[in-house]
């Protein structure tokens, strides 16, 4: 099969696990009549009131699914496993950082969702309402997460890394009245400190009138009267009874918004609901990972990103399965700290992305090796091409050549799992394989016309799917814009990623196409880098270009332009590349900055990025017909 000798079959035990047996019928299946194939999915869940149309695609790009039909996802992920022996089963285990260790049953969660909403409600919040979250990784995150979509609230999460100001743009552009946050968390042995950063962002976001914070380190914080509330004490007032009824929505209704980056500056809050995510990101996490009731289920990812949302929360919820949750850094206090806890817990399945596959790696293979890692069964990838070097690491040390590896390409835009393969699909090390079920997916030039097999073109998506992001919020044009302009007449999806198509149909991702940097999996734009460095007193003007870094796939290298008079030395580097991680937050933090006397620009006066960056790796600078001298 194919030309290439390097592909790994799945061993006869997988097959016979598997869910889906036979990909190619259904696929044809599901692509020939789309509505029908997600009915079905759809069919699983617990609805209100079933839907009256499954897809309406009246008001294109803007679709609609499951029109009609009434839900919650609180009562998949959480009221319907009440009614079953899963009452009493693990829905989470926890391990902090220090090794404090917590689990909750469903029962157990469901009373802590319930009381997390009462105090919510008491607050004053509302259906519709934007509450925002900012939160270590603790079990306190995913019930206040759950707790909002409970009460029909919107979760916005913020990630943990994030700056006070990244924090204040997105409660400003969601009008956030309610945030929620800790003193702290555990990470590297230290106490982080989210409050303090809080208090910052709530001076700069006019929005924000009251703030509960989760006691977790103990550290001292600076509370304010009637602003600031300790959540230990709401919840132990009358008003935090442990019953709460989940609220009715509509299919279509938000449940979340979550911030990503884009090729301008302002972050997009693209909008996900409570029917259609709720179906796809189920039917997604139970087909690829071949989720079974008695499965531990470790998606390594922090919520405060999609693949949080969807697979550490949501999915794992409503698949009633048993997931596991870490607070803290991968090596701490030693680099086995993963693999003691999958040996510790029993965990079946491990879902991560190649970066932190690739920090582990450099320990060696005695860190892995020395625990029993026999519990696993499937392993899975996300956030970026995984390297073939990596991807058999993970392969032969972590999964001792017995699991297969699920490498997920998706993006926050899908809300769920688009290319990747399932535990019976032969894999290429390096490629994300097939389409999942409902999708016809294409590799594609300029003019939308399919390039041959091996070439690189432009990623696009052909069919609607349930899990699709609805909106970005408050700018509609801009949804249409980003991703539906380009192939408009077709009705295609532009995903902004560069990709190859093999002669075996497999995919192989190439990257991002557009101003987007993938740092250790990451987004981030060039456009809020590049902002951000400009912002120090010293430089007018700013280029910033991913270049290949081993561990972080991509590092962000900064062209910068400084001030009459100012002049360039190691000390300003230092000072601009710390107020880059001031501003953004310490993922953003550049690897290098050098300083120029000139950008390459074209007439118009865009920045050549694509010139910058073939010449910084010796590569030949392509066509300069547009160059201005
Ligand atoms: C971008 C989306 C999807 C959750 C995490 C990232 C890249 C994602 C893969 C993969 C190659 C991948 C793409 C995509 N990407 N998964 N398996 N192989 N590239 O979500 O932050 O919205 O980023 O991540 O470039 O467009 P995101």
């Known amino acids: 099969m194919g030309k290439s000798k390097d592909i790994y079959y799945p061993s006869k035990k ?46 294109f790009p803007f679709y609609k699914w499951f029109v009609g039909g009434k839900t919650n996802i609180i009562s998949n992920a959480i009221d319907r496993h009440l009614k079953t022996a899963n009452r009493n089963k693990l829905a989470i285990i926890w391990e902090g950082e220090p090794g404090d260790i917590k689990t909750y049953s469903y029962h157990a969660l469901a009373r802590e969702v319930c009381e997390f909403a009462n105090v919510l409600k008491a607050m004053g919040v509302r259906k519709g309402e934007v509450v925002t979250i900012y939160m270590p990784q603790i079990p306190e995150q995913v019930f206040a997460m759950l707790a909002c979509a409970k009460i029909g609230a919107v979760h916005s999460v913020v990630y943990g890394g994030f700056s006070h100001e990244a924090i204040a743009e997105r409660v400003n552009d969601a009008k956030s009245r309610v945030i929620i946050t800790a003193d702290g968390g555990y990470r590297r042995g ?63 209704d938000p449940l979340f918004i979550l911030y990503t980056s884009g090729s301008t500056g302002k ?14 990101t189920s039917a997604t996490h139970r087909m690829v990972f071949d989720i079974k009731p008695e499965d ?60 932190a596959i690739r920090g582990l790696m450099r320990y060696g293979e005695s860190w892995v090796t020395k625990h029993d890692l026999s519990s696993l069964r499937l392993l899975g990838s996300v956030g970026e091409p995984i390297n073939p070097e990596a ?40 490629s994300a394989t097939k389409p999942f079920f409902g999708h016809e997916i294409a590799v594609v030039d ?90 120090h007193d010293a430089v007018t003007e700013a280029a910033a270009i991913p270049l290949p870094h081993e561990l972080k796939g991509n590092a962000i290298h900064v062209y910068a332009i400084l001030k009459e008079g100012v002049s360039p030395s190691k000390q300003l580097e230092k000072e601009v590349k710390d107020h880059v991680a001031q501003v953004m937050g310490p993922i953003a933090k550049p ?38 001298d």
């Open 446 to 535: 300029e003019d939308g016309n399919e390039v041959a097999p091996n070439e690189v073109g432009a990623l696009v998506l052909k069919n609607p799917w349930p899990g699709m992001a609805r909106t970005i919020l408050n700018d509609p044009e801009r949804y249409k814009d980003t991703y539906w302009k380009k192939f408009e007449e077709k009705r295609w999806y532009h995903a902004g990623d560069s990709a190859k198509k093999d002669e075996d149909g497999y995919f192989w991702i190439i990257g991002r196409s557009d101003d987007v940097i993938k740092v250790s999996g990451y987004r981030l734009g060039t456009a809020e880098i590049e902002s951000a460095v400009v912002s």
């Open 190 to 252: 230290k106490p982080t400190q989210l409050k303090e950063i809080v208090n910052k962002a709530m001076e700069i976001a006019p929005t924000l009138e009251i703030c509960i914070t989760v006691k977790r380190t103990g550290e001292d914080v600076y509370m304010e009267n009637d602003r600031d509330y300790w959540y230990h004490e709401l919840k132990s007032l009358p008003i935090a009874g442990h019953s709460c009824g989940t609220e009715e929505m509509d299919a279509e």
């Open 14 to 59: 997988v097959v016979e696990n598997a869910t889906v047996k036979d990909y190619d019928k259904l696929y044809k299946k599901s692509v020939k009549d789309i509505e029908k194939f997600w009915a079905e999915e759809a069919k699983r869940l617990e609805w209100f009131k079933p839907w009256n149309k499954v897809l309406d695609d009246s008001e």
């Open 267 to 280: 972050p997009k809050g693209l909008v996900h609901t409570h029917g259609g995510y709720s179906v796809y």
């Open 391 to 430: 991807w058999k690491w993970y392969y032969r040390v972590v999964g001792q050549e017995r699991c297969p590896i699920m490498d997920t390409w998706w993006q926050t835009e899908t809300g769920g799992f688009v290319i990747t393969p399932l535990p019976i699909t032969p894999l290429k090390p390096g």
């Open 591 to 628: 690897e290098e900055i050098v300083f120029v006397d000139s950008l390459p620009k074209t007439r118009s006066g865009k920045i050549m990025r694509r010139v910058l960056k073939a010449r910084a790796l010796g590569e030949d600078e392509g066509d300069l017909t547009t160059l201005d």
């Open 296 to 355: 531990r289920w470790w998606c390594a990812a922090d919520p405060g990103w999609i693949t949080g949302h969807s697979y550490l929360v949501y999915a794992p919820l409503i698949n009633g399965a048993t997931l596991f949750m870490y607070e803290g850094a991968p090596n701490h206090p030693y680099p086995d700290r993963w693999w003691r806890m999958i040996d510790k817990f029993g965990i079946n399945i491990l879902y991560t992305s190649p970066t």
